[in-house]
C-alpha cells in the first residue's frame, strides 16, 4: 500500500480525485495528455551507459574526490554534509536564495568551510567562470523555468567530462501535489548539448536523481 490514509482521508480523497478527473482532464488514453507534457524520446546512445544505483548518496563514491564542487539549493545543508564527508572538496560552493535554514544549524561546519553565494541561482552561478567545477549536484528551483535557468547556466560553468547531477528527477511531486521540471529541462540539456546521463540513482518515493556527463571538447 503505498498510500496510507485515515478513513475520513479516504473519503474526501475519493471525492476530489472523481473532481480532479473531471475538471482536469489528465488522461487522453495513456498516451500524451494536454495536461502532462510527454518527454522527448532520446536515442539509445544517450542512455548506452547509464547505471542504475540504489540512492543518490550511491553516486557520491563514484565521483571524482578534491576539486571544485558545488551545490545549487542548500536548504539546511543535509545534503551538503555528505557530499563534503564523501567526496571531500578543495572548494565547496553552496548556491541558495536564502541560507538562514543552513546558518541556524549548530551541528554543521559548512557555513563556515563553504563559499556561499546567497541570491538566484542562475544569477550567482554566471558570475564565475566557465569550466570551473568537477561536478555539480543541482536541487534549487523545480519549476520548469527555474530548471531551465539552472541548467543553462551550469552546462557551461562545468568542465568539459565533468557532471551535472540533478535531484528530484519527477514530473508529479506527490508530497506537494505540484508538477516538477526536472525530467524535461534534463532531457533537453540531453539532446541538445550531448550531455550523456551516466547514473540513474532511485528513491523510496521516486524523487529520483540522474547524473550526466558533459562531452570532452
Ligand atoms: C529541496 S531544497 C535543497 C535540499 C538540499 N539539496 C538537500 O538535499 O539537502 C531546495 C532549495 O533551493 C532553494 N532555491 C529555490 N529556488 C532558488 C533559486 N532561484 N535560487 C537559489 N536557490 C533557490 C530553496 O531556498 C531551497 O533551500
Not at 67 to 77: C, D, N
Amino acid at each position: 500500500m503505498p498510500m496510507v490514509m485515515t478513513p475520513e482521508q479516504n473519503d474526501w480523497f475519493s471525492r476530489m480525485r472523481g473532481e480532479w478527473l473531471s475538471v482536469m482532464r489528465p488522461f487522453d488514453g495513456y498516451g500524451p495528455s494536454a495536461l502532462f507534457q510527454p518527454l522527448p524520446a532520446l536515442p539509445p546512445e544517450l542512455l548506452a551507459d547509464c547505471k542504475l544505483l540504489p540512492n543518490r548518496y550511491a553516486i557520491l563514491p563514484l565521483l571524482p574526490k578534491g576539486g571544485r564542487v558545488a551545490e545549487v539549493g542548500t536548504q539546511e545543508g543535509r545534503f551538503a554534509d555528505h557530499i563534503s564527508a564523501e567526496c571531500r572538496p578543495e572548494e565547496l560552493h553552496l548556491f541558495d536564495i536564502d541560507f538562514s535554514p543552513l546558518t541556524r544549524r549548530t551541528d554543521t561546519e559548512l557555513a563556515r568551510t563553504a563559499t556561499l553565494h546567497e541570491g538566484d541561482s542562475a544569477n550567482m552561478l554566471s558570475r564565475l567562470p566557465d569550466d570551473y567545477f568537477d561536478w555539480m549536484y543541482i536541487d534549487g528551483d523545480h519549476s520548469y523555468a527555474g530548471v531551465k535557468r539552472d541548467v543553462e547556466v551550469a552546462r557551461t560553468k562545468v568542465k568539459p567530462g565533468g557532471t551535472l547531477v540533478f535531484n528530484d528527477f519527477v514530473m508529479w511531486s506527490p508530497v506537494e501535489c505540484i508538477d516538477y521540471g526536472v525530467p524535461h529541462a534534463v532531457c533537453e540539456l540531453a539532446l541538445n548539448h550531448n550531455f550523456r546521463f551516466t547514473h540513474f540513482a532511485l528513491h523510496q518515493l521516486m524523487y529520483c536523481d540522474v547524473a550526466l556527463r558533459r562531452p570532452e571538447r
